[in-house]
């Protein structure tokens, strides 16, 4: 069974700090990971999809790598900022195209 | 932001009564999903559609009918709402084939079934 693992559940730092968000899974044979921010009531908003064949996306201060033969996903934020306080979610398919498998997520603050 | 729109935001109602969920885009994308959000559980599937009247089961569809009859427009139904169904819906759209991947999200729809 896949199994996904997002660490820390929770992380406060103060504004300007870099910071690394982790997600560790079972099985290393992925087709792609998607990491997502959750704003307090609201949907989820996609911010970076790293194919199989991808090792990393970076989308301004955000870079996403992904190493499948360690089962691992991590999430570098640089130079934090207030703004940047939200859940942070990894999800990627299961063999089976219609079950996606979303991380529990980690929730972060940024003190200013 | 994407043109997602949920509606209604919050519903309360009774035990076996029927319900139904209206997810709107304005965005023409082909996939269409319905997740619910559950502490504990997080975000799983519950429907999703790949085209007009073209729909699929999830992880946890048991409850739950779907139609999609125009593009833009996938509906969610509970039949016989249970308090167990009580929870944050998602709707979620994608353009993409992705293995599923959703692209963008709605704000949800707060359900409470007393």
């Known amino acids: 069974k896949q199994e996904v693992t997002q660490i820390p559940a929770a992380l406060s730092v103060p504004e300007g700090e870099n910071l690394v968000l982790n997600c560790s899974f079972t099985?290393?044979?992925?087709?792609?990971l998607q990491w997502f921010r959750q704003d307090p009531g609201k949907g989820l908003t996609s911010l970076l999809l790293?194919?199989?064949?991808?090792r990393e996306q970076t989308s301004g201060r955000l870079n996403a790598s992904l190493d499948k033969s360690s089962g691992r996903s991590t999430l570098y934020i640089a130079a934090s900022q207030p703004g940047d306080s939200a859940t942070y979610l990894c999800?990627?398919?299961?063999?089976?195209?219609?079950?996606?498998?979303f991380g529990s997520g980690t929730r972060l603050s940024i003190r200013p | 932001d994407a043109g997602i729109t949920q509606s209604p935001r919050h519903k309360v109602t009774e035990t076996g009564t029927p319900v139904t969920l209206r997810c709107h885009q304005t965005?023409?994308?082909?996939?269409m999903y319905w997740y619910r959000q559950d502490p504990g559980h997080g975000l799983r599937l519950i429907h999703y559609?790949?085209?007009?009247?073209?729909?699929d089961k999830g992880e946890v569809s048991d409850g739950y009918s779907v139609s999609r009859s125009k593009t833009e427009d996938f509906l969610l139904t509970l039949e016989s709402a249970t308090s167990s169904q009580t929870s944050v819906y998602f709707c979620?759209?994608?353009?993409?084939?992705?293995?599923?991947?959703?692209?963008?999200f709605g704000d949800g729809t707060r359900l409470s079934i007393l």
């Open positions: 979620a759209i994608s353009d993409r084939g992705e293995n599923n991947q959703p692209q963008h």
């Open positions: 099985d290393s044979a992925i087709y792609n």
């Open positions: 790293i194919q199989s064949s991808q």
């Open positions: 999800a990627f398919p299961r063999s089976s195209a219609s079950k996606i498998i």
């Open positions: 965005e023409n994308h082909r996939y």
């Open positions: 559609s790949y085209g007009v009247k073209d729909t």
